[in-house]
């Protein structure tokens, strides 16, 4: 059973709420799984680093109660891996956007992927750009509105997945904010993963995708996520290029790589050097 | 006594400043500073990392900075264009770190392995909003190797981005240099950050504390107080600290101004330089000197702050000054500002790849004092 009455509050940073998501809006849910993973683990806040880009999900460092960065758009991957290597005892874990991650961040997010260096990505993908009111995102599905593709869109989506996976990533995962037993489930997977981890996490942004696209309120649009998500390995239902295409959800990778910091401690040590991963 | 090359400087500067983090993207001619990092910093049990491109080098900086560690990067013109929006990044969030910057022909990809001085303007306002700058320069090989030490004790005193300007002639050059012997400073650890405070205020005045077990630091380049909190109207307070750090480093101009004077005690003529240049405008002084100009050189180590009251001071006794630079007119405009008429400025400017000769500074002095004697004897 998902642990809906744990005390999460020891975990968030009170003085920083109430959040700037909107009603209705996923990111919440998703920041909830990560306080959530935090206290299944048990980790020592002193010991967490919450980062975040720009953008809605940009936020999420600073609602938690650890050291946060809340960094530029799209390099908040470069940011963690000099903290990681400066600390490798510390936990790391990076909150992205769909344009944070894929778009103007794309060269980092899979620089960091290929270093599998022990970081927890938790992309939040809502389909479109937030903040700033709506425009259209790598992850705006073909056909769909958004206020720069006012008529529909012609670009097909981005998928995070296939990316994460082409470019390295050890761990990872997708799953849906109507999945509320699986966000920390994964997240915390990741987390406790020896390298780099993603954990893409489907949100719904009622304010903008919701009302451009007229697919309703918050509920509808997070059962429109679990109409249209089968999980991975049920290939006869996966449709690429409609809305959510029937996306496959689940863990679709979870390997044991050389980590970065470890690879990089055996170099260091061989030189006669003392950094310790 | 030892030959250095000027990047090799760069490295010896650093490390004896305690700097055990390097992040960077090869690019002429700067790259040699990051390949003997890369030789260098494992064997210390520091870190070295080759990313993806010149805004990941410098996000990374800043990372292990926050993560406890004295970090640096280097690039050339167009890594640095790269780098302004994390300068502005650092700036805002008041984290220590070094770029060096080995200036070469530009805009765009221009001359890779030709030397310039055009990015001196781009070193103070390069990124966007105002923010507080050192930037510093160097025209030796030897002076490479202190100002890279110097920065680094600027870079967290002030707690701010420190940019050490070089040029593609410098880097590759080779000097004998005596190294002296040094014990790097003890690096920041989390002892430092128990800190009673309530509220905890990480940023304005606060000395840099890293992140620890002890901090619950939120860093943010979004506008904040000098708790981190982003929330509210913020905006005074956030002017606040970026007017105190701009009065900090007015406080401490004396302090952080690095000049040279060459010849000036009875000069009539000042030629103001710095950089690879101050080499080529202190030989035109002897030149000038032989045909019988009294001329003196100023050589700048710091470009900004700019040092006005030294320029100030020094232009109330000379009847013009000359400043040649590897550009088409930049750190004269802060010059003119700042000697607000007290002597005709004449600016000399190339953006060729190739430096001045001293002929050729000479000649410009001349023929600047020649203008000004005729405006001078026309009207008495």
Redesign the interface.
């Known amino acids: 059973m998902p642990n809906v009455g744990n005390d999460l509050h020891p975990y968030l940073?009170h003085?920083?709420m109430p959040t700037v998501w909107c009603p209705g809006c996923g990111h919440g849910n998703i920041a909830r799984a990560i306080a959530t993973s935090l206290e299944r683990l048990e980790l020592?806040?002193?010991?967490v680093?919450v980062l975040g880009g720009i953008g809605c999900s940009g936020r999420t460092?600073?609602y938690f109660?650890?050291?946060?960065?809340?960094?530029?758009h799209g390099?908040?991957?470069?940011?963690?891996?000099?903290?990681?290597?400066?600390?490798p005892s510390?936990t790391v874990i990076v909150a992205m956007g769909d344009g944070d991650a894929l778009a103007i961040g794309a060269?980092?997010f899979i620089?960091a992927a290929r270093r599998n260096i022990d970081l927890t990505v938790v992309l939040y993908n809502n389909s479109i750009y937030g903040m700033t009111g709506g425009q259209q995102a790598p992850t705006t599905p073909r056909s769909f509105r958004s206020t720069t593709s006012p008529f529909g869109g012609i670009e097909p989506a981005f998928d995070a997945v296939d990316l994460a996976l082409a470019a390295g990533a050890t761990y990872v995962a997708r799953t849906t904010t109507f999945d509320f037993a699986e966000m920390p489930e994964y997240i915390s997977g990741g987390i406790r993963h020896p390298g780099f981890a993603m954990i893409e996490i489907l949100s719904q942004c009622p304010t903008y995708f919701g009302r451009l696209n007229q697919l309703g309120d918050a509920p509808e649009m997070i059962e429109y996520q679990r109409n249209h998500t089968v999980m991975a390995g049920d290939e006869s239902q996966i449709g690429r290029d409609d809305l959510l295409g029937n996306l496959p959800v689940g863990i679709f990778r979870q390997e044991i790589r050389p980590e970065y910091t470890h690879q990089?401690a055996e170099?260091?040590q061989a030189?006669?050097?003392?950094?310790r991963a | 006594m030892r030959l250095v090359q000027g990047n090799e400087a760069v490295v010896l500067g650093a490390l004896a400043a305690g700097c055990n983090f390097y992040a960077g993207y090869p690019i002429t001619p700067a790259t040699e500073i990051m390949e003997q990092m890369a030789r260098m910093l494992p064997g210390r049990g520091g870190v070295f990392i080759q990313m993806e491109d010149e805004l990941a080098a410098l996000g990374a900086v800043i990372g292990a900075t926050w993560g406890g560690m004295r970090a640096m990067t280097a690039t050339s013109g167009p890594g640095f264009s790269l780098m302004q929006e994390h300068i502005g990044y650092a700036a805002m969030t008041q984290t220590p770190c070094v770029v060096v910057d080995s200036q070469r022909i530009g805009p765009s990809t221009g001359q890779p392995t030709m030397p310039a001085q055009g990015d001196v303007m781009q070193a103070r306002w390069g990124s966007h909003g105002d923010r507080p700058a050192i930037v510093v320069t160097a025209s030796s090989v030897k002076d490479v190797y202190d100002m890279t030490q110097q920065s680094f004790t600027w870079a967290f005193t002030y707690r701010l981005p420190v940019v050490l300007l070089l040029d593609a002639v410098l880097s590759h050059m080779r000097e004998n240099i005596e190294l002296p012997a040094v014990s790097p400073p003890s690096l920041p650890t989390s002892a430092d950050s128990a800190d009673s405070e309530d509220p905890y205020k990480p940023f304005g005045n606060h000395p840099f504390v890293p992140f620890s077990a002890n901090t619950r630091t939120i860093v943010s380049g979004l506008a904040h107080d000098e708790t981190g909190n982003t929330r509210g109207a913020v905006g005074p307070a956030s002017e606040q600290i970026l007017r105190d750090s701009l009065s900090h480093l007015d406080e401490d101009y004396q302090k952080i101004t690095r000049h040279r004077n060459y010849r000036l005690e009875d000069a009539q003529w000042l030629i103001i330089s710095y950089g690879i240049t101050a080499r080529a405008a202190r030989a035109a002084v002897d030149i000038l000197r032989e045909s019988g100009v009294r001329a003196g050189l100023l050589e700048l180590m710091t470009l900004w702050p700019f040092p006005e009251l030294i320029v100030k001071s020094i232009a109330r006794h000379v009847q013009g000054i000359l400043l040649p630079e590897l550009n088409l007119g930049q750190l004269v405009l802060p010059l003119r500002a700042a000697v607000g008429g007290l002597c005709p400025v004449a600016g000399l400017g190339r953006a060729d790849g190739e430096l001045f000769t001293p002929e050729a500074i000479a000649q410009a002095m001349i023929s600047h004092s020649r203008k000004i004697e005729r405006r001078v004897s026309h009207h008495a």
């Not at chain 1, 020592?44 to 010991?47: A, I, N, P, S, V």
């Open positions: 940073r003085q920083m020592d806040l002193g010991h680093v460092p600073f109660n650890t050291n946060a960065m809340h960094t530029t390099r908040v991957l470069a940011f963690a891996t000099g903290l990681k290597l400066a600390n510390l060269g980092h620089h990089y170099l260091s030189q006669g050097g003392d950094y």
